[in-house]
T-cell receptor, first 113, second 113 residues
Framework: DSGVTQTPKHLITATGQRVTLRCSPR?????VYWYQQSLDQGLQFLIQ???????AKGNILERFSAQQFPDLHSELNLSSLELGDSALYFC????????????FGEGSWLTVV | AQSVTQLDSQVPVFEEAPVELRCNYS??????LFWYVQYPNQGLQLLLK??????LVKGINGFEAEFNKSQTSFHLRKPSVHISDTAEYFC????????????FGKGTMLLVS
C-alpha cells in the first residue's frame, strides 16, 4: 500500500459525459501528479500540483482539468469524454524532502462507451 | 527533451534464470534514472533509482541496475527470477536541470514460467 488513495477504482460512462477522479496523497506529501496509462500511448504525464499551485503541465487535453485543494487532495476532471479517453488514470504524490521518490496509487479505470 | 526507450516489449524467462531488461535514454543534460514495477491490477512501485554516486544501484526484491553514461543505458538485472516477478517493468528518466517531470518508457512485460 503506497498510501495514495484513488476513487473510484472503476468507472464506466458514455461519450460526451463528464467525470471526476479523486486522489488523496500520502499524508504530508505536497506534490500530486496525474498520469494517464493507455495501451497505445503508454504512461503519459498530465499535470502536477504543488501545495495547491499548478507546477508542471504535460500532455493534458483542454477538455481535462485538475486542481489541488487546501487539504491537499486533488481532483482530475474529464469532460466531453471520447472513446479514446478510456484509460487507467494514476495519481501519485511525493514529499517536499524527496521529490525523486514518487508514490503511485492503484489507479482509476475509466471506460468510455 | 528527455526520452526513454525500452528495447523489449516482452521478455519470457524460466524461473531461476537470470534476466536483463534493457533501457536507453536520451537527454542533453545529466539525468536521474528510475525503474518501476507494475503488478497486475496494481499501481507502480519504485524498484530502484540512480541519482548520483555509484553506478551500480541495488533495489528491492533482488533487482539491481547499472548506469552507463557513455552508452546512455540503465539496464535492470536479476540473477535469479521467481514466478512472482512476473509483472510490467518501466524505466523512467528525469532531467537533473531546472525542473522536470518523470518520462516513462513503454514498459517491458517480464513473463516468468
Amino acid at each position: 500500500d503506497s498510501g495514495v488513495t484513488q476513487t473510484p477504482k472503476h468507472l464506466i460512462t458514455a461519450t460526451g459525459q463528464r467525470v471526476t477522479l479523486r486522489c488523496s496523497p500520502r499524508s504530508g506529501d505536497l506534490s500530486v501528479y496525474w498520469y494517464q496509462q493507455s495501451l497505445d500511448q503508454g504512461l503519459q504525464f498530465l499535470i502536477q500540483y504543488y501545495n495547491g499551485e499548478e507546477r508542471a503541465k504535460g500532455n493534458i487535453l483542454e477538455r481535462f482539468s485538475a486542481q489541488q485543494f487546501p487539504d491537499l487532495h486533488s481532483e482530475l476532471n474529464l469532460s466531453s469524454l471520447e472513446l479514446g479517453d478510456s484509460a487507467l488514470y494514476f495519481c501519485a504524490s511525493s514529499a517536499m524532502s524527496d521529490g525523486n521518490t514518487i508514490y503511485f496509487g492503484e489507479g482509476s479505470w475509466l471506460t468510455v462507451v | 527533451a528527455q526520452s526513454v526507450t525500452q528495447l523489449d516489449s516482452q521478455v519470457p524467462v524460466f524461473e531461476e534464470a537470470p534476466v536483463e531488461l534493457r533501457c536507453n535514454y536520451s537527454s542533453s543534460v545529466s539525468v536521474y534514472l528510475f525503474w518501476y514495477v507494475q503488478y497486475p491490477n496494481q499501481g507502480l512501485q519504485l524498484l530502484l533509482k540512480y541519482l548520483s554516486g555509484s553506478t551500480l544501484v541495488k533495489g528491492i526484491n533482488g533487482f539491481e541496475a547499472e548506469f552507463n553514461k557513455s552508452q546512455t543505458s540503465f539496464h535492470l538485472r536479476k540473477p535469479s527470477v521467481h514466478i512472482s516477478d512476473t509483472a510490467e517493468y518501466f524505466c523512467a528518466v528525469r532531467e537533473n536541470s531546472g525542473y522536470s517531470t518523470l518520462t516513462f518508457g513503454k514498459g517491458t512485460m517480464l513473463l516468468v514460467s
